[in-house]
C-alpha cells in the first residue's frame, strides 16, 4: 500500500513521511484565541488536520496517534473584548469575565466544528493550565543565554539562535529592514519577542521571577507541545499565516530551550481562506463566521446570509450545512487559495448527490470494514490530496458496474462524512430506501431539513435522524430506528416539491416575511391563510417564523 509523504514548509519538498516511533505518531496544531465565534479561515485547518489525523490513525491505528490542538485562553485580545464588555455593563471583576468568556467561546467553537464531522482531538489544551511549564522554560532559556529580562518583560534574543528564520526563508537583517513597527525601548534587537510581560492589577495574571505578569503568545505552544508530545515529535500544523511569526518563534525558542530534541520534524501549512476571489475581510464585507454559513442558504448567484438584506434569489435555494462547508473545503488542496463561492458550493453539492445517488440505487447494508479503494488512498497519501480522493470516489461510483459498497463507505468515513459502522445494518439500509429519495428532493427545494425533524419530530428524534437528514453520518445502528410516520411526513413535502407547489410556499412564506417586518399584519394574515390551504403552518417566535406541515 502506497506510503505518506507529506510537503514540508521547512525543507519545501515533498518528503517520506516516517514517524519517529510507529506506535506513538505525534502532531500539534496551533488552535483558535478565544474571544469570538470561529471564522471560515479557522475552520480550514481544523478539517484539513482532521483527515490528516483519520489517515494517520488508519495507517498506524486508531491507538498509535496524539493529536494535540491548543486554546489559547490568554491574550491581549481576549482582555480587549472583556473591557467591551465592562464598559456594556457587565459588572463583574475582568477575571471572572474573561472566564465566562473563555469558556463559552470554547463552547461554541466545539459545536461549530462538530458541525463539519471533525473528530475531537487526543487533547486540547488551554494556555491557562500550563503557566508553570512556560516560566520554566524562559527560565531555562534566560540561564542558557537566549533570553533576557527588561523592564518587567523577558524577552528572546533570536540573534543567539542562527537559524532563526529558515522555516520562512527569510534572514533577520531583510526582517529588520523590511519592518514598519515601533520598536519597543527595552528591545536589545528590533526582531526580539516576548515571552513574558507584566499585567496590570486587573488583569490576569501568575507570580514569576519577574514579577506578575502572563505569556508571550509564541512561548504557549512551545510549552504545552514539550509537556504534552516530548522535545521531538512528528508533525506540527497550521495556517500559513502562522509560518512568521509565530512558527518560526516556536522552533527558535524550543530548539534553545531543547537543543537535545528537533521540536517538529514536519511542519504543514494550509493555505488562506478567499471569499469570491478577494481576501476575506470585515471592510469588505465578506467576513463570515461558521454559524453565520450554518444559518444560510446559497441561490445560482449569492451566498445568502441570515439577517442580510438581498434581492429576490435567483435561481433555487440550496441550505448549507456542515457537510457543504467541510466538502468544499476538501476540493481544494490545502496547499493551495481556496476561494469560497457558490460554484464551489455546487461542486460540493454534486459529490453529495453522487454518493447519495450511490448509496440509495443499492441494495445491500454497507458496514466500515476499513478497506479503501487504492486510488483514495494514495491521493491521501500524496500530500493529502483530498480533492483527488473526492474525485476517485466519485469515478468509482459513477464507472462501477459492481462497485465494493463497503471500500466506498469507509472512503467516506476516512474523509469525515461518514460515521463508522461495524457489521451489517438492515436498519441503515430500510431508512435509506424510505428517506434519500425524498430528502434529496425536500434539500433541493433549500428547506432546513434537519430544522424540520427537530422541530416537527421533536427533538427525541434530532440525533438519530442526523444521518438521514445530513445523507452521510450516522449514529450507533444499534440504537437506530425509523418513528411510526416520519417517511411519510418527508415524502408529503417531497410531494409539494414535484408537484411544483414548494417554491410557491417558499415564495409565500418569503413574502409574508416582508410584510411582517413592514408591519403589514393584514397582508401576513392573508398569506398565513394561503400556506394553510397548502397544508403548511406558520408560527411566529424570538427565532422569527418556522413552518412546518399540519399534522
Known sequence: MTGIRLY???????????????????????????????????????????????????????????????????????????????AGGDGRDLNAIIRALTDQTIGWYHADMDELKALRPSVEPR?????????????????????????????????????????????VDDMIAGARVEVAPYKRDPMDFVLWKPSAADEPGWDSPWGRGRPGWHIECSAMAHELLGESFDIHGGGIDLQFPHHENEIAQSCCAHPEGG???????????????????????????????????????????????????????????????????????????????????????????????FFRNTDVAQRDDGCVPEAVHAALCNDLDTRSALVAISEICSQSSHPDHDKIRSSLVLLGFMKSIKGSSTTLKRAISQLANALEGLQSTGVDTKGFIHEYLGPEYFSKFEFVSSLFDSKDDSNFDIPAGFAGEVGELFELHRAGRMQQVLDLLEARKVARSTKDFRRSDEIRDELQSLNITVRDGKDGQTWRLLK
Open 127 to 171: 494556555a491557562t493550565e500550563y503557566i508553570g511549564q512556560m516560566v520554566g522554560m524562559i527560565e531555562g532559556l534566560v540561564a542558557k543565554g537566549h533570553a533576557y529580562a527588561a523592564e518587567g518583560h523577558v524577552l528572546f534574543d533570536v540573534r543567539s539562535y542562527p537559524e532563526y528564520g529558515r522555516l520562512s526563508g527569510r534572514s
Open 263 to 357: 521540536f517538529a520534524r514536519v511542519w504543514m501549512h494550509n493555505e488562506m481562506v478567499q471569499v469570491d476571489g478577494n481576501k476575506m475581510s470585515k471592510s469588505l464585507g465578506n467576513f463570515f463566521t461558521v454559524r453565520d454559513l450554518l444559518s444560510s442558504y446559497y441561490d445560482d448567484n449569492t451566498i445568502r446570509f441570515a439577517g442580510y438584506s438581498l434581492p429576490p434569489a435567483q435561481g433555487k435555494l440550496r441550505k448549507i450545512d456542515g457537510l457543504a462547508i467541510r466538502a468544499a473545503i476538501l476540493l481544494v488542496h490545502y496547499r493551495s487559495k481556496l476561494d469560497f463561492s457558490v460554484r464551489l458550493l455546487d461542486e460540493a453539492a454534486s459529490f453529495r448527490r453522487k454518493i447519495t445517488e
Open 8 to 86: 514540508n514548509t521547512r525543507t519545501r519538498r515533498k518528503e517520506d513521511f516516517t514517524p519517529l516511533d510507529p506506535s506513538n505518531v505525534r502532531m500539534y496544531v496551533c488552535g483558535p484565541t478565544v474571544y469570538d465565534r470561529a471564522h471560515l479561515g479557522n475552520a480550514r485547518p481544523v478539517v484539513v488536520f482532521d483527515v490528516l489525523f483519520r489517515l494517520l490513525r488508519h495507517v498506524y491505528g486508531a491507538d498509535a496517534v496524539t493529536y494535540v490542538r491548543n486554546f489559547t485562553d490568554v491574550d491581549d485580545k481576549i482582555n480587549a473584548r472583556a473591557r467591551e464588555m465592562q
